[in-house]
Every structure is written in structure tokens, then in C-alpha cells.
């Protein structure tokens, strides 16, 4: 067998498209919310993948299903379908408003491929000229052509050529600017109900359901991009339980795999029933492995068990960000849904959230940030609450550190 060569942070330098800057550490190990370097060092995880480990690394029910399947099919393509694939797809629909279920990789996949379906089912039922879609300043759809536009920061989507056209933004919240631009042109409303990237910022309930309101008047779709608030993330299963909102279509991927890439597209009979075969596709998507991951992580989140647990977890979270609050006085709001928490800084800790995630890696956590004003915590959906404390522990040193420093 072929030697494994050494590598190390630098060679991210030479080797890797420069689009990210990674920490300075390398993460080799993880069992639960633990994770170690290369170096030994050991690190509290809250940060989750960026919301995607649910249920801890390496979760003996995942690593199992993945060991299953492994050994015993693991591609086949969609010129054929597989059990996985079908078993997950039931789940999701037993488990949620849809009716039919699309497979793809990625989160922004998914999303490319609601706003294509939107688009077609507006044209195929009304007229080509209802294409209009409304989304939102600092929404965040993904890094596809489509999807990065749709996206509400620009700085993501500038500079790539022209973009696909007829995308209009309005500010979150601000059903009054959706009122204002809406018109039968529009094909559909594209909102996260928790905006994630943007500074984990929940939708007010008169905001989404107004915007369902708002579709219904218009013969427009309502497609909630769900990747990283669903899947147990909010409490519920998807966020849009906690509204009472339903969509026409739904977007789930991070969390979804646990780990493993796998997204979907969840949308009604109706919606769904004007794509015929050959109007959209992926090699990958329904992938065997990916779908008895997911299924299985499913299984454990979908329970009373995992999604009451949410909600205590949270608040031991934010009871002790309140505690550093009172000591160092940094933050001037916590918001968001279940594990997925925002922290914002106070006017004189403005612009450092850098500082506070990079000082927080020296002492052994792993964390977010959600823009340069917001300490964003995404753990996974069953941490221990001795991880709780210990991570909790960890950064009000880094706090220490940053305001003393
Ligand atoms: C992460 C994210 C995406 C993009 O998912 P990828 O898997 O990175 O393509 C899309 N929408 C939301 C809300 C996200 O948080």
C-alpha cells in the first residue's frame, strides 16, 4: 500500500484553491463533541461542522449504517433506484408537509434545485413571464450561479459575470418591502425561517406567515430553505413547526447526513407534478451510502428523546453565555432557534468576533461566528451537558483573554 505522505497547515497554503482560510489546527479525530489535532490537543466542539454533525462524531448508530451499506452496495445512479434512497424519501414525507422528495449533495444543490422548480412550475402552470423571485439582504442560499444570487450579500455573488435575472431582494423581516414588490410576476418567496450565515436571525411569526399569505394571493411558491434550521437544528424536526407555516417546497442538507453529504428537496403532489424525467438530475443524488446515513440519523433524531433534549440544551447554553455576559459584558443579545444560537457583540466589541473564535481554538474550542458581529453555536443536538460546561469553561477564558488582552 501506498505511503500516507506528512502533511500539515501549510501545505493548505500550497495546495487547496484559496477560498477559505482555515484554523491552524487540524482536526484528526472526533468521538462525540470531542475532537483532537494533530498535535494531541484536545477540543470541545461546538461549532458542529457548521451545523452538520447532529448527533456528535462518529455516532456508533451512523458509523454502523455506513459500515452496512458499505459493504454492500454503494452506487448505482439513477438509471436505477435503491432501497435507502425510497426508505428515506418515505421517511421524510411521513415525517413532514411533502409529498415527493428529490436527492442531491449539497445544500445549495437542493436549493438550485427548488428555485428551478419553482421557476418551471410558474411557467409550465401560469405563464414564462412569472419568474420573479423574492429573497432577502443577507440570506444565504449557497455558492451555485443561481443560488449565490438568489443569496442576499452580494460580496458572494459580484464579479462571476452576469447573474440569472429577475431575483429581487427586500430586507428580512419587512413584510411591508415584500408587499411592496410582490406582483403575479412573482414565481416564489425564498426564505430561511432561521437566517443562519446572515447572524442567525429568526423569522417573526407575522413575517412568515405573511409571506405564506402573500404567495397565496400571488399564485406564488413559498420555498423555506431549511439546510441549516432543519433536521432537529430548531427544535423541531424543521423550523417551520414552530410557525405553523407551510411550504410548497423545502430544502434540508447539512444535518441531514450527519456528516455525510446528502441533501433533499421537499415539495408538494402539486408542485411536483410538473417535472417529467429528464428535466432535472444529479449523478450522486439518492446515493445507497448517503441515504443509510441520513436514514439512520433520522431514525435518532425524529424522537421525542433528541428533540425534547434540544430546548434544555439550549438553555444550559444560554444561561451560561449569560453568566460571561455579566462578568465581561460583551454581548448584546442572544437569539435564534434551539442549538442554533447568535451571540452579538456590544457596540465596544464591534467588528471581533474573529478574535473571540480564534482565542476560543487556542483553548482547546471549536466555534463560529456568523458575520463579524455574532458568536454563532451550532453543537450537536445531543451534546453531553458536561460538554456544555466544560466548552463554556474554555471560552470565558478566550473571553478573559480578548477583553484583558
Ligand atoms: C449552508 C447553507 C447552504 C449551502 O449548503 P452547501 O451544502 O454548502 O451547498 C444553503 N442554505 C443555507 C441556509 C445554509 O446554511
Known amino acids: 500500500m501506498a505511503e500516507k505522505s506528512a502533511v ?17 489546527f487540524i482536526p484528526v479525530k472526533g468521538k462525540g463533541s470531542r475532537v483532537w489535532d494533530q498535535q494531541g490537543k484536545e477540543y470541545v466542539d461546538f461549532a458542529g461542522g457548521i451545523a452538520v454533525t447532529a448527533l456528535g462524531h462518529c455516532h456508533p448508530a451512523l458509523v454502523k449504517a455506513l459500515h452496512e451499506q458499505g459493504e454492500t452496495l454503494w452506487h ?81 455573488s459580484d464579479g462571476f459575470g452576469p447573474k440569472p435575472a429577475d431575483i429581487v431582494h427586500v430586507p428580512f423581516n419587512d413584510l411591508d418591502a415584500v408587499k411592496a414588490v410582490i406582483d403575479d410576476h412573482t414565481c416564489a418567496i425564498v426564505v430561511e425561517p432561521v437566517q443562519g450565515e446572515g447572524g442567525v436571525t429568526p423569522a417573526t411569526q407575522a413575517f412568515l406567515q405573511g409571506l ?31 410557525y405553523g407555516v407551510t411550504p410548497d417546497i423545502l430544502t434540508t442538507a447539512k444535518a441531514l447526513g450527519g456528516g455525510f453529504p446528502v441533501s433533499a428537496m421537499l415539495a408538494t403532489e402539486d408542485v411536483a407534478s410538473v417535472m417529467e424525467p429528464g428535466k432535472h438530475g444529479t449523478t450522486y443524488g439518492g446515493n445507497p451510502l448517503a441515504c443509510a446515513v441520513a436514514e439512520a ?14 430546548d434544555e440544551r439550549r438553555e444550559k447554553f444560554i444561561s451560561a453565555l449569560e453568566g460571561i455576559n455579566q462578568k465581561y459584558h460583551i454581548f448584546k443579545e442572544f437569539r435564534g432557534q434551539g442549538l442554533l444560537i447568535g451571540a452579538e457583540l456590544s457596540d465596544g466589541f464591534k467588528n471581533r468576533a474573529g478574535e473571540f ?6 483553548f482547546g474550542l471549536m466555534m463560529l ?23 463554556m469553561g474554555r471560552f470565558e477564558k478566550a473571553v478573559d483573554k480578548v477583553v484583558g488582552g
Request: with cysteine; net charge neutral; hydrophobic share 45%.
Open 212 to 242: 405564506r399569505e402573500l404567495c397565496d394571493k400571488h399564485q406564488a411558491l413559498l420555498v423555506l430553505d431549511e439546510v441549516q434550521s432543519g433536521m432537529g437544528r430548531s427544535g423541531k424536526l424543521f423550523s417551520y413547526m414552530h
Open 369 to 391: 461566528i456568523a458575520g463579524p458581529n455574532v458568536m454563532r453555536f451550532a453543537p450537536s443536538l445531543v451534546i453531553d451537558f458536561a460538554d456544555i460546561e466544560e466548552g
Open 297 to 310: 440519523a433520522l431514525d435518532i433524531i425524529n424522537t421525542p428523546e433528541v428533540l425534547a433534549g434540544i
Open 76 to 156: 448505482v445512479s439513477n438509471v436505477f433506484t435503491n432501497e435507502p434512497a425510497l426508505r428515506l424519501a418515505q421517511k421524510l414525507i411521513d415525517a413532514t408537509f411533502a409529498d415527493r422528495v428529490f436527492f442531491a449533495n449539497s445544500g445549495a444543490e437542493a436549493n438550485e434545485a427548488a428555485f428551478k422548480l419553482a421557476r418551471y412550475y410558474a411557467s409550465h402552470r401560469h405563464s414564462p413571464y412569472k419568474s420573479k423571485i423574492i429573497a432577502f439582504h443577507n440570506g444565504f442560499h449557497g455558492r451555485t450561479l443561481f443560488t449565490v444570487s438568489v443569496g442576499g450579500q452580494p460580496k458572494y
Open 357 to 362: 473564535h480564534a482565542a476560543a481554538a487556542e
Open 8 to 24: 500539515d497547515r501549510s501545505t493548505f497554503d500550497k495546495v487547496i484553491l484559496p477560498v477559505y482560510s482555515p484554523a491552524k
